[in-house]
């Protein structure tokens, strides 16, 4: 299925200081469904935010002689619009000169200004001469791990969305699984002597990323997608509590997908952390690992999410 891939800049939104004189773009891929699914008057409108060493590919594999793979094309198969966003310093939005200025305040304040403009252009039916205007909608907001912390992060400084689902993210703090057992993830305090946009080899962190069942050529698929990230974005969503503030701060309803390995030490403890929210669902998503999109399960949830975004799960 085809998508509207588009540029917003987000520029004269963000401090002088991280622009350094660029024009700074924010990258998204837009899915419009052939007719949109409505709930309560409203059709949902699901903005995807990946995670570290991931871009916006994440949410639409393409895993040759396979199929399925792609929860952007499930979602608007259920006639929900979906936006995939690239946050700022990743994919194919814009990187700042500076990297190490690029903390999660700065990425959630450009992902914000993208994400208002891509809002108010549905709104008034501007986005593409083939998209009409979208009276009401319902703003879903879905991260995966870093992208988790970021859009909570988001929805804390600005009230973005209607409802949030937080996937494969723990608000206790990151802890990966090495010979079964839980780790601490922490990345240790900024090193201002490496590189401010990095990766990490997957092949350190598979027992965390990809349950057993999941078959060597997908796992390849991940390697090939596989990209720089600000280093201290990622540094961020290693360190402990980091959004614990943030998310009692949530006032919308929250649905939390943990795979069944994952990054939470403790997975019944996390919704303890959203006490302000009117809803919490968790959801732990068996035959799964952290990348629940790699997951032979994955369509469970990704159905999972389409009901809960119009409230008729």
């Known amino acids: ?74 979602l608007q198969d259920r006639g929900n619009v979906v936006v995939l966003l690239d946050c700022l310093g990743v994919g194919e939005s814009s990187r700042p000169l500076n990297g190490y200025l690029l903390d999660r305040q700065i990425a959630a304040r450009a992902s914000q200004v993208a994400i208002t403009e891509i809002f108010d252009r549905l709104t008034k039916g501007v986005l593409d ?11 879903v907001g879905v991260g995966h791990s870093m992208g988790s912390m970021l859009l909570i992060t988001q929805q804390a400084m600005y ?31 900024i ?19 990809f349950y057993p069942d999941v078959a060597d050529d997908v796992v390849a698929v991940d390697s090939a997608i596989t990209v720089d990230v600000p280093y201290v974005l990622i540094v961020q969503s290693s ?30 403890s996390e919704p303890s952390y959203y006490g302000n929210s009117p809803q919490v669902i968790l959801h732990i998503l068996k035959r799964s690992a952290h990348c629940q999109v790699f997951a032979t399960t994955r369509a469970e949830m990704f159905d ?10």
């Open 191 to 209: 090193d201002y002597s490496r590189p401010a946009y990095i990766t990490v080899a997957h092949e350190l962190v598979r027992e965390s990323f």
């Open 239 to 268: 360190t402990s509590g980091i959004i614990a503030k943030d998310a009692s701060e949530i006032d919308v309803p929250v649905y939390i997908c943990l795979g069944e390995i994952d990054l939470s030490p403790s997975p019944h």
């Open 1 to 74: 299925m085809s998508y509207i891939a588009t540029l917003i800049d987000v520029t004269d939104g963000l401090p002088k200081s991280i622009a350094q004189g660029q024009r700074l773009f924010i990258s998204a891929w837009i899915f419009i469904p052939a007719q949109t699914k409505r709930a309560h008057g409203k059709c949902a409108v699901i903005v995807l935010i990946n995670g570290a060493t991931y871009d916006k590919r994440y949410w639409h594999l393409s895993v040759p002689g396979r199929s399925g793979y792609s929860m952007a094309e499930f």
């Open 159 to 189: 009230r973005t969305f209607d409802r949030l689902a937080i996937t494969g993210y723990t608000a206790i703090g990151v802890h990966v699984v090495q010979n079964g057992e839980h780790k601490s993830g922490y990345l240790g305090p």
């Open 304 to 313: 999972r999410i389409d009901r809960w975004a119009s409230d008729s799960n």
């Open 129 to 139: 001469p083939s998209v009409s205007p979208l009276s009401q909608f319902t703003k």
